[in-house]
Every structure is written in structure tokens, then in C-alpha cells.
């Protein structure tokens, strides 16, 4: 696993590391939550404006190499009950459209845009215990993704329909 403070160590003084989560599903309203005890207004890198709650955020992101599956685990404190049951119907539903979690990371000193490109990954495990939530999320699934990638159904290919 990698250090979430990889710039705390050539970042000028008095700059801070600010880790920032959101989670994304289309049934719900986007979930942001940032580490610290203030909340961030930051410029998204879609150029939005967005609130971050502040809260005990606690990030472990994954190596950055080319195993099978990497991922991110993430516990989140004071996570509201409407929070919690947005997701939990997402999950027990039969919806195919899997729950996004966006992982930025800004500097204290420059709001605008995030000090690193965005990992966008695909919420995995959820697990609550009562208000925090522990979180794995599936970054580059290489293991379960399909081979090949193009699916031969009549759609596709509609001469298959004739076999």
C-alpha cells in the first residue's frame, strides 16, 4: 500500500494534504466527504464547484503496479443513516450501474484542482458499523474483467443467429 501523504514531504511548509471521497450513484445524490475538521470547497476536475463535509477520514490507497486487483480501503466517521441506506439499496438491488468512488487529493494551498489525477474506482464491500463506514473498493479489476472484451451476440454479429 502507498503513503495517501506522498506530497508531505516536498510540499513547501504550512501545506497541507486534504483526501477527498466521493461516492456516485445515479439513484443518489453524490456523497463528499474530506479529511480535517473544516469543510473544503474545491473545484472538481470537471471545473464544478463542490462542498466537502469534513470527517475522520481514513485512506489506505492501493501499490501502484500491475497485479490482478488493486484496492482501496477507506473508513469514513459520522456517516448519516440516509447515507448508509442509499447505499445499501444500491447494493441489494438488482441495478447493474455499480457505485462510484472518486478519490482526490488536493493541497491546502491551491483548491482549484486536485494535486493528482483522480482515481476512480468501483465500490466493492461496504460494511457499517454504526456511524462509520468501512469501505473496499476494486481499482483496475484486472481478475474479473472479461476476455475478450467484444461479446459476439447477434446484436454484434447477426449472422450467429443463423448457426
Request: net charge negative; charged share 15%.
Amino acid at each position: 500500500m502507498t503513503n495517501v501523504s506522498c506530497f508531505t514531504a516536498s510540499a513547501p511548509a504550512g501545506v497541507t494534504n486534504i483526501s477527498t471521497l466521493e461516492i456516485a450513484h445515479p439513484s443518489f445524490p453524490a456523497i463528499r466527504t474530506c479529511s480535517g475538521f473544516v469543510d473544503q470547497i474545491v473545484t472538481l476536475e470537471t471545473g464544478e464547484v463542490a462542498t466537502f463535509k469534513a470527517s475522520a477520514l481514513d485512506v489506505s490507497l492501493p501499490a501502484r503496479d500491475a497485479t490482478g486487483q488493486q484496492n482501496l480501503q477507506f473508513a469514513i466517521e459520522n456517516v448519516t443513516g440516509q447515507a448508509q441506506n442509499a447505499i445499501l439499496a444500491v447494493i441489494d438491488s438488482d441495478d447493474l450501474e455499480p457505485v462510484t468512488v472518486i478519490y482526490r487529493m488536493y493541497l491546502s494551498s491551491d483548491l482549484t484542482e486536485p494535486a493528482e489525477p483522480p482515481l476512480r474506482m468501483v465500490l466493492v464491500a461496504p460494511e457499517f458499523k454504526g456511524a462509520t463506514m468501512q469501505v473496499v473498493c476494486s481499482y483496475l479489476d484486472i481478475i474479473n474483467m472479461a476476455w475478450p472484451r467484444d461479446r459476439y451476440t447477434t446484436d454484434f454479429a447477426p449472422g450467429l443467429k443463423y448457426l
